[in-house]
């Protein structure tokens, strides 16, 4: 069965784009971000009167993008100083989830009017401690439980190999020393997945988060003002996945919290999440142009697009559905591998895809191009990245992002003056 939302191709505004603009280019959607976000309000909201979306803003941290999502009642989930500072601007809500922070990193975190500080270990403490000791405080905590979608074994966010979180086994001494130090509220956070689709496995993270809340509370006395159980809403990206059924996890997650607060007597906490793919995965496109077909032990579609823009596929071996915008409609078919420009032979977006017959000019379009694609970008090869546009819902596009040009890759290199070689 194939799934509609994984081909669904807003197939006439990309043809105006790709006429108006050189390629390559992201073109994202106004309206499918707005209802990505207003699903989450809407499903989450339903079951938990204190609920606060934050958007994970390394998906895609175009601030027109940013200040999209935040007009639909999200706050922000950063988790760099470029991200922070984005978030000032703004002057957003949120929380902060860094990982082997600098000191400077930690004091700018603490300066910020808005936003949560979530730490990632305890030895950090010490350094909290020294620069000036919040009045909040959250910890993320490892549970040694984690998943992943398909291929992205390197996004397991927690167990045993990852460098991320606090064993849980260590949360009570954690929450004692913050105790300790003069912390007044607390915080407890876990990002323990990675483009899941599977609804059960929400429930039995929460039901471990909260588990470790009981302890820490049973042996501390603290009471939680915020629980934050991360992101990992998965987005289908092959024609044949299933989308996540939010509804199901929502609904089982208000069941889960109901029996918790019914067995411990403990205060319900504030319920916080952090979408980021699940907002702009399918809101974006890469639309590149092919130049260059090579026939060669396979057949080559040379496109002027590569893995600087959209790495997922090279870091990964990701799945990225291919459209094809022919100027004449071919109902054969062939399989062929779809690559960029640079020195790499991972520079491939498809290997071996079944596609229509593809000639020199045609307008490919990479579908699920809206997050971890232009924020993972690169300049390897010296490629600058691609221009980014915003689809409005007037039907106007609007740019807002200039693509990157060779003079602008050196623009910041001091005493650069080729005519002095």
């Known amino acids: 069965m194939i799934n509609e939302n994984v081909i669904r191709l807003p197939e006439a505004i990309i043809k105006q784009a790709a006429e108006s603009f050189e390629t390559p280019f992201f073109l994202y959607e106004e309206a499918q971000i707005r209802n990505n976000c207003r699903q989450f309000t809407s499903t989450f909201g339903k079951y938990f009167k204190n609920f606060t979306p934050l958007y994970a803003v390394k998906a895609n941290p175009n601030p027109h993008v940013v200040r999209t999502i935040m007009e639909e009642g999200f706050g922000l989930d950063c988790s760099s100083p470029s991200e922070l500072w984005l978030a000032d601007q703004f002057n957003a809500f949120g929380m902060h989830t860094g990982n082997y922070l600098t000191e400077q990193e930690l004091e700018d975190i603490l300066n910020s009017d808005n936003i949560l500080l979530n730490v990632d270990d305890i030895s950090q403490l010490d350094t909290i401690e020294r620069i000036g000791v919040p009045e909040f405080i959250s910890f993320r905590i490892n549970p040694n ?15 045993e190999n990852a460098k991320f979180g606090i064993p849980w086994e260590n949360a009570i001494t954690a929450y004692t020393r913050a105790k ?54 998965g987005v289908p990206y092959e024609p044949q996945e299933r989308s996540l059924d939010l509804e199901k996890v929502a609904r089982g997650l208000r069941e889960t919290m109901d029996n918790w607060v019914s067995r411990t007597g403990l205060t319900e906490p504030w319920l916080m999440v952090e979408p980021g ?30 893995m600087n823009d959209l ?14 915008l022919n100027e004449v409609e071919y109902t054969n078919e062939e399989a062929v591998n779809i690559v960029g420009r640079l020195c790499e032979n991972n520079d491939q977006f498809a290997k071996d895809r079944t596609l229509p017959i593809i000639e020199i000019g045609d307008v490919l379009v990479l579908h699920n191009a809206g ?9 390897y090869n010296g490629r600058g990245r691609s221009a980014e546009y915003l689809a ?22 001091p005493e650069f003056n080729t005519v002095s070689i």
Request: glycine content about 12%; cysteine-free; hydrophobic content about 40%.
């Open 145 to 159: 439980i984690s998943k992943a979608g398909a291929g992205m074994d390197s996004n397991l966010l927690a167990g």
């Open 180 to 233: 300790a130090i003069g912390v007044k509220r607390f915080g407890i956070h876990m990002m323990t997945g990675s483009n899941v689709l599977d609804e059960t496995y929400f429930i039995q993270i929460t039901e471990k988060l909260l588990e470790v809340m009981e302890e820490v509370n049973q042996r501390t006395g603290i009471q939680f003002e915020y629980m934050n159980i991360g992101g990992g809403f």
């Open 277 to 306: 793919r699940s907002i702009m995965a399918d809101a974006g496109f890469l639309v590149t142009k092919v130049h260059v077909i090579k026939k060669s032990y396979k057949k080559f579609i040379g496109t002027d697009g590569g």
């Open 311 to 324: 790495p997922r596929p090279a870091i990964y071996n990701a799945y990225h559905h291919v459209s094809v």
């Open 371 to 379: 997050a971890h694609a232009f924020a993972m970008g690169h300049n």
């Open 392 to 413: 409005m819902t007037d039907g106007t596009i609007q740019q807002i992002r200039k693509a990157e040009t060779i003079e602008s890759l050196f623009s910041n290199i």
